[in-house]
């Protein structure tokens, strides 16, 4: 097993690689083998996998491997990922593997992996033991494992209209788009619980994405769904990505509802269930989300970026809810874990309950003149953020995740290395436009000095 190749591809978060030369089926068998004997826990194993071509051939591999090491796996089939999430979690199993590679191109697939009660394995806390584990020399056990199906579609819709009074929900007209990824084959369950008019989009499963990347955080692949939201005259629209656990709420005049203003929305909305309770949000989440939870009685609590982070920040403080500025949402009644039709469905409940067109929600949670994350490559990431630390000395500096800068004027920024690539991301808001464009433009001029 070439190293640099599993250096490569074993990311911070997930496994991703090119399929057929990097990721295989051999790995993955290796990967279901390691994962069982890494497992802290006792118990079977859930397998999903999204549509991608490979994915089922690369699913049965690592089962293989899971099965060889003894361990018991419950397939549950093509499903979005938050939903091996719940299977580990309802069902009290030892961990779950689910085969994808989320919004990124039909050639690339992964694998991303949790153990029991759905807590996520990142490099930091046991991917990084996997990946060191692969190229052992493995025993089969004693007695193999079984193989099990079981389909989760039900409970799982039945598990999403929890977090709502679905008696409280009025008709809506809506455009959803699935990006030919995993929301279609399992919106559908959903739509025959809700008052809703669903005008669906790609929704036939194609892990090649015919149509357009299934990335909504890259708003030029929401023209389809806008166009359709506005020559219909519609109440909004929902966008999901490859592998369904990231959606985004679309207003009735095409603009989309951001990852900081569906974190505020639904940190009010928590905060109407927990008073006084923690909320999280990450380091370059928009500021309108610590305004909300202050303004109502919460305590806002900052986390570095990454799901896995989020997630044991708030098992350590008893969060209901966080909220990451790229529309991943966290709930602690869904084991902590992130869920892209959760927070879609609740987004929608809240404009129900309020009377409101989601444009005047958009609004109301906009406090802040914002930019959209941009990307900067630098040969020396460091240098970059140490010449920014230097031209601010005089502002309120942090480095929890990157640097983050808050200017006398409510202005504030976060620059942030890439963990993968030789990249500097960066997020401003202020104020107003001028003193937004002004602080911007200095800190770019620096950054590509």
Known sequence: MDNAVLMNIFKAYDIRGKVGTELTEELAERIGRAMAAWLPAEGAVAVGRDMRPDSEALSQALASGLMAAGRDVVNIGQVTSDMIYHAVGKHG??????ITASHNPGKDNGIKLCREEAKPISIESGLADIRDMVQSEFLDAEQPGTSSTLDVTNEWIDHVLSFVDTSKLTPLKLAVDAGNGMAGAIFPSLEKRVPWEVTELYFELDGTFPNHEANPLKFET?????????????????????????????????????????SAMMSEYFLGKYEGASIVYDARNSHSVIDVIKQKGGRPVRSRVGHSLIKEKMREVDAPFGGEASGHFYFKDNWYADSGIIGAVIGLYVATLSGKKLSELREQYTLYNAIPEKNFEVSDKQAAIDRLK???????QDTLDGLTVQLPNNSWFNVRPSNTEPLLRLNAEATNQSDLDALVDKVVSI???
Not at 93 to 98: K, Q
């Open 390 to 396: 230097e031209a601010f000395a005089q502002d309120e």
């Open 93 to 98: 199993l030892a961990g779950g593997a689910m």
């Open 222 to 262: 929401l023209a389809d769904l806008i166009k359709t939201i506005k020559e219909n005259g519609l109440d909004g629209g929902i966008a999901f990505d490859g592998d369904g656990d990231r959606a985004f709420v679309i207003d009735e005049t095409g603009v989309p509802l951001t990852g900081g203003v569906m």
């Open 447 to 449: 950054i590509t000095k």
